[in-house]
């Protein structure tokens, strides 16, 4: 079958990075790290798997991070040559193991890309596995499927860019009347809601989400749907992706960053203040912010804007940030990160956040927010990652693959 994967070969990785921060579709040549390639389906691991067929696979942030050779060298432990990509995964299955569980040829499945001890077959599991942060499992180079800390990511299992990998039942959740197209959208709205319900608003609050993207819109879509009816202000760069975040339910949305310091500035009390040698800042600016950039300008702004005393939240793939850190002390700001995987408080006790998303999911529309903008075939992987990559270009949301 042929299959997107990722090649790393040390100078041909740095020299992807070189030339990806000049222009990053650089990273799409023939030079780069990523090639269309003939391979065998991966074998079943074990009786308690299955065999999918992808129907859509969706290009993350963290996969373009990837391509382009822009990811941190800190995961490197994790990982394994050459991997086939594709974590956001629809599919049907095609085979099963003899104690899969019901789980039979042809039903339609979303999966849960983490591999931890249970997919490994590791007992006893690790400490965050056994109170439910499988997404911290420390066990992921263990076990059955060997390096690698999820599909899309793991040599031996695969991922969605390619015809077939495969799952362990556990992964699998019934997408139940979800089209396939609605489907897709369920590991970025779990990444998004999972931050939301871990650092919940509170009634007074005043909420900023830093990047207007598919997380970021996801971001705001996820305080409405559990039930948040605060003042919402979201920062993006396009226009067509704040009409998006407005739909999704911002009260106020900025293009600029300046517009942003503006507004934060009119807050209640608040006060902008401009040092001579330092960054500028707000005093009294708004008390939750989500940074779903991760990026140097989006963390400095985050720090510049929050409030004495507020909470700022990674959502998503942050790496390597440089920042002046001296309102994290001096106001007590509150600094987290949130991985997409584990248990989350939900309609009052704790649940899997991919049940607890597909509930939302399941009784609020995703799709008219209009965030999957492209749908390819893998043998055009380029024009595919050329217009993730491209968001204004190409007014690309979320983009997906169609391996059939």
């Not at 990053?24 to 299955?50: I, K, M, N, T, Y």
Request: aromatic content about 8%; charged content about 20%.
């Amino acid at each position: 079958m042929r299959a997107i994967r990722f090649h790393y070969r040390p100078l041909r990785y740095l020299w992807t990075r070189w030339a990806a921060r000049r222009r990053p579709s650089a990273a799409l040549g023939r030079l780069g790290c990523v090639a269309l390639d003939d391979v065998e389906p991966p074998p079943l691991p074990g009786p308690d798997w299955v065999r999918v067929q992808t129907t859509l696979s969706g290009i993350c942030g963290s996969d373009l991070s990837a391509v382009t050779a822009h990811d941190s060298f800190t995961l490197e432990p994790f990982g394994a040559y050459p991997f086939t990509l594709g974590h956001e995964n629809v599919g049907r299955i095609v085979e099963s193991g003899g104690e899969a569980d019901g789980w039979t040829p042809g039903t339609a499945v979303i999966v849960n890309p983490m591999l931890a001890c249970r997919q490994r077959g590791l007992e006893p599991p690790c400490a965050p596995c056994t109170r439910g942060e499988y997404g911290l499992c420390r066990r992921t180079t263990d076990g059955a499927v060997g390096t690698g800390p999820m599909i899309g990511y793991c040599p031996r299992v695969g991922g969605g860019w390619a015809r077939f990998f495969v799952a362990h039942r556990t992964q699998l959740h019934a997408c139940d009347g979800l089209s396939a197209e609605a489907a897709v959208l369920t590991d970025p709205f779990a990444s998004a809601l999972r931050p939301v319900l871990l650092h919940p608003p509170a009634p007074d609050d005043v909420a900023l989400v830093i990047g207007a993207g598919t997380i970021g819109a996801l971001t705001v879509r996820a305080l409405r749907l559990t039930g948040w009816r605060g003042t919402i202000a979201a920062l993006g760069r396009y226009p067509f992706q704040l009409e998006i975040a407005e739909r999704a339910g911002a009260d106020v949305v900025f293009a600029r960053t300046d517009d942003a310091y503006h507004w934060a500035a009119g807050l209640p009390d608040a006060r902008s203040y401009r040092p001579t040698l330092a960054p500028r800042f707000v005093e009294g600016g708004p008390s939750l912010i989500f940074d779903t950039v991760g990026r140097r300008a989006s963390a400095t702004a985050a720090l510049a804007l929050a409030r004495e005393g507020g909470r700022i939240v990674l959502v998503g793939a942050a790496a390597r940030l440089s920042a002046d850190w001296t309102r994290l002390w001096y106001r007590q700001l509150t600094l987290s990160g949130v991985f997409a995987y584990g248990l989350a408080p939900f309609e009052g006790k704790k649940q899997d956040i991919y049940d607890s998303a597909l509930r939302l999911m399941q009784q609020h529309d995703l799709p008219a927010l209009g965030l999957l903008t492209h749908v390819f075939a893998l043998e055009d992987y380029r024009a595919a990652l050329a217009a993730a990559l491209d968001k204004n270009g190409h007014r690309s949301v979320k983009v997906a693959f169609r391996p059939d």
